[in-house]
């Protein structure tokens, strides 16, 4: 249970990991409920069917999250050698595709909402023998479930950044933003209250291009990483700092030269291939395994580590660095 | 990404402070898009009717039915008179689209293929369907007036209270 791939995981990693799966769980039960809840009072409202959606395509990622999870823990194989990594890259692409998809169409129904000028009827129900408007019951409950996302949206994004998942991230970040489907729709409904039947659409276009938006941003994110990209922090704005601790620790080496790395990030294990340029002593076996195993233990996330001895350092950034000295001179 | 989510909190909510300002300002909720309940009360009420008996039942002079009996009970309490079109459910739904009608009755039920381009009412009845069915019995509103559609509504419950 302890393990990713073949690694052994240090204790609060695994803390870490276990209080995500459950918090995921608990998530899903959660909005399993306010499904039922919009689905019982959401009636004609366009913004409230969208924000219904939404509320469905939100189990996506969490639920590709716990496969995910479930499979990268498998060790690596003959048939893969690389282990089962990719799998929480591949569970995020499947996110992003599907709500790149339903917002899209969200979208266009929105639109076409409009341009039709359909009228949403809102009637009355009743509730325990009382004969409400049903907009109030709309409002009601998207006021109150505006909470829910609000505190395990911060949970997960303290749990993502630890664990350094994008996935996770991606997650913690939609629900974060969740609270303005509620408030739009809240607009939508109040908007057809009051007789201004293009309000509705034009919440639910809002709610649909937020859909939208976030599977081009996930999309793009787990493409990214699945063209090995370098690696990352969570939300890929900068280079992970592994990289600069990888290449210094071999530098540091008595028998090493120069030194330089290529790291990728397989979704929750990276894999780095270092190059080493050695003393004109050469380098022995010893040494390399050495250095392998040290950078193994310099951060719980390194999982594959392959040294190639060179003469010349030829990396994609020593290229990018000559060609900007050359640039420079002229 | 972060400059984008600002605004867009931004955005939202001025919009919800926008919308509630509003809703304070003494509009009633629920409204009519074209005011239609307005309209209607203290003057006339147009109800399209297509014969379905027992429901609607235009045979005699003037029409009969349960339907007719609480579509005039429904006029009576917002002091309006009713004007009776006939016709068949398409060219009465049309009518209904256009704002030519405020109403359409004859024992149409929650099943009504028109759903989609008209307001369909709670049921406010079951009946027996001829293929031995039951269904709940539902009248129809034109889109987005949902200050009638309440108005109708809650008079419906009110009249059938204690029946079923």
Redesign the interface.
Known sequence: MSRIGGRELPEEVELALRKARILEWAVLAYTACTITVVALVMGNSQAMQTAWVEDILSTIPQIAFLIALFVIRRPPSAKHPYGYHRAMGVGHLVAGVALLAVGANLCFEAVSGLVKQEHPPIGTMQLFGVTIWQGWAMVAVMALIVIGPLIYGRMKMKLAKQLNNKLLYADADMAQADWTTNAGSIIGVLGIGMGIWWLDGAAALFISVGILWDGVKNTRASVLDLMDMRATTYDQSEPDPVHERVDALLRRRRWVHDAASRIRDQGQALHVDAYVVPKRRGAKVADVDRAISDIVALDWRVQDVSITVVAELDLPEQQEEERERRGGER | ?RAT?RL??AA??L??AA??A??GCG?T?????D?TLDRATDGVLEVGITPNPPHVDTSGEQPTGTEIALVTSFAGSIGASVAWTEGSEQSLVQLLEIGELDLVVGGFTEQTPWSDRV????AYAEAAQPDGSTSGLVML???????L??AL??HL?AETEGQS
């Open positions: 990404m989510r867009r909190s939202v909510a919009a919800a919308t509630i509003l809703a509009i909720i629920p409204s009519d898009v005011g307001a369909v009412t709670r509103a034109p889109m987005g007036e949902n200050a559609l309440s509504e809650r419950d």
